[in-house]
């Protein structure tokens, strides 16, 4: 397993156009999380999911914003209707359950630019 | 809720110098905590973490770090800075769910020769 692979790495679109990012973990990792990183700020919390199920989400995930999870293996993160305010890099990470001692594995992220 | 003060926005060093960036948390409990960094344009590379025990925690790089509860802070450590290590460093806290995180602004290392 080379870690947690997302695509595509960078993402150009225009104002008002749907986008869909994709995310595959570690492959024995059962959580899976989403976080956006814009200019100069840390990396902030979006949501979470436990194999399949969404356990939680930011109040920064606007009605726009969907995640799944399908299968509990990769994850989409869908930005409808796009505002030059998502600008941003949207970055995937995954870990074992709690308990386990573990920590967060971190993509690479998606850079999304809208124009 | 928990969150993250990374005082410094940018540092200078030179190459061969010690280095020490500060992180200070606010958490009730015992936090988890992370320094992570970040090349240009890339993901995040766990440095090193605290969970428990030792308070001095070694990482990778020749990074260390000391967990002090009384100042509430995180701050990392390296002897000996190399010109690669120029990069963003965040600190981060998990608290309940380790993996659930909240981060510091960063602090944008620069390297001179």
């Known amino acids: 397993d080379t870690g947690v692979s997302q695509n595509p790495r960078h993402k150009i679109t225009k104002r008002g156009q749907n986008v869909t990012f994709r995310c595959d973990p570690i492959s024995e990792h059962n959580r899976l999380y989403w976080y956006r990183q814009t200019l100069g700020q840390g990396p902030e919390f979006l949501t979470y999911?436990?194999?399949?199920?969404?356990?939680?989400k930011s109040r920064l995930l606007s009605d726009r914003f969907s995640a799944e999870r399908p299968k509990g293996s990769f994850s989409t993160l869908e930005i409808q209707r796009t505002e030059q305010g998502d600008s941003a890099m949207y970055l995937c990470?995954?870990?074992?359950?709690?308990?386990?001692?573990?920590?967060?594995?971190f993509g690479q992220g998606t850079r999304l630019t809208v124009v | 809720a928990q969150s993250v003060t990374q005082p410094d926005i940018h540092i200078t060093v030179s190459e061969g110098a010690s280095l020490e960036l500060r992180c200070n948390y606010s958490y009730g409990a015992t936090p988890y905590l992370f320094w992570y960094v970040q090349s240009p344009g890339q993901g995040l590379q766990l440095l090193l973490k605290?969970?428990?025990?030792?308070?001095l925690v070694q990482g990778i790089k020749g990074f260390e770090a000391e967990f002090k509860r009384s100042q509430s802070s995180f701050n990392l450590r390296k002897p000996s800075v190399h010109w690669s290590d120029a990069a963003e460093y965040f600190c981060?806290?998990?608290?309940?769910?380790?993996?659930?995180?909240?981060f510091g602004t960063g602090t944008r290392l620069q390297v001179t020769l």
């Open positions: 990470a995954s870990s074992l359950a709690e308990g386990a001692g573990t920590e967060a594995f």
């Open positions: 605290y969970f428990s025990g030792d308070t």
């Open positions: 999911f436990q194999n399949e199920a969404q356990l939680e």
């Open positions: 981060a806290v998990g608290a309940g769910t380790a993996s659930k995180l909240t």
